[in-house]
């Protein structure tokens, strides 16, 4: 699987659309972009996924570069809820395990 | 999305003794279940990958004989850490694939985790 590089860490003030970046330059053309964060003591929680077009939930919004050499991940009102490690990870649908990096520690600040 | 449940949630045991945790998925059949282990301000480390009724392939560094994977049904796998020391207290999550996703839903779901601190 590609290997994804994301800040250590972001603020980001309440209410306001909180935008994490992640690179994945070696990302091969069957490898997707999931993003998944882990609130303090709780399992990681899925939030979206993609191949190559903009995907959007009711969670966030996800961009993927035309070349799919970066992406980013939207919150587009964030909540002092939504602070945790965000974790970019780019792997071939299905494939067996998932592996995560050091991810983006969001905080949400009032 | 489907639903992974682990129990404990949290255990605190004395050294030497053995402990189970147990992984179930919910609402759907599970064939691959995966072991994570989480220490104090790092990311998740993959442990084991577990598929049901044969051995659990485990990664590099991760010790068979100490944690005792078994898959026996399509909805519960179990992770027993034997012979617990205090080093091995960590946090740990495992996740279970939804083989009826395709393409655009996600198949990998996750366990809310089960603090082990081992005194």
């Known amino acids: 699987d590609a290997k994804t590089t994301q800040p250590t860490s972001m603020d980001c003030a309440e209410g306001r659309a909180a935008n994490l970046p992640c690179n994945h330059s070696?990302?091969?053309?069957?490898?997707?972009v999931y993003w998944y964060r882990q609130i303090h003591s709780q399992g990681p929680q899925y939030i979206i996924h993609g191949l190559k077009n903009n995907e959007t939930n009711e969670m966030a919004s996800l961009i993927i570069t035309e070349d799919r050499k970066s992406s980013t991940l939207i919150l587009p009102h964030a909540t002092l809820r939504d602070t945790a490690v965000y974790y970019c990870?780019?792997?071939?649908?299905?494939?067996?395990?998932?592996?995560f990096g050091a991810g983006t520690r969001l905080t949400v600040k009032p | 999305g489907a639903v992974v449940s682990q129990h404990p949630s949290r255990v605190i045991c004395k050294s030497g003794t053995s402990v189970k945790i147990e992984c179930r998925s919910l609402?759907?059949?599970?064939?691959?279940m995966f072991w994570y282990r989480q220490f104090p301000k790092q990311s998740l480390m993959l442990m084991a990958t577990?598929?049901?009724?044969?051995?659990?392939?485990?990664e590099q560094g991760v010790e068979k004989d100490k944690f005792l994977i078994n898959h026996a049904s399509l909805t519960l796998s179990t992770l027993t850490v034997t012979s617990a020391h205090p080093e091995d207290s960590s946090f740990y999550i495992c996740s279970a694939r939804d083989p009826r996703a395709g393409g655009a839903y996600n198949e990998q779901f996750f366990g809310p985790g089960t603090r082990l601190t081992v005194l």
């Open positions: 577990s598929n049901e009724g044969s051995k659990a392939t485990y």
């Open positions: 609402d759907f059949q599970a064939t691959t």
């Open positions: 990870i780019v792997r071939v649908y299905n494939n067996n395990d998932m592996r």
């Open positions: 070696t990302i091969s053309g069957n490898e997707y």
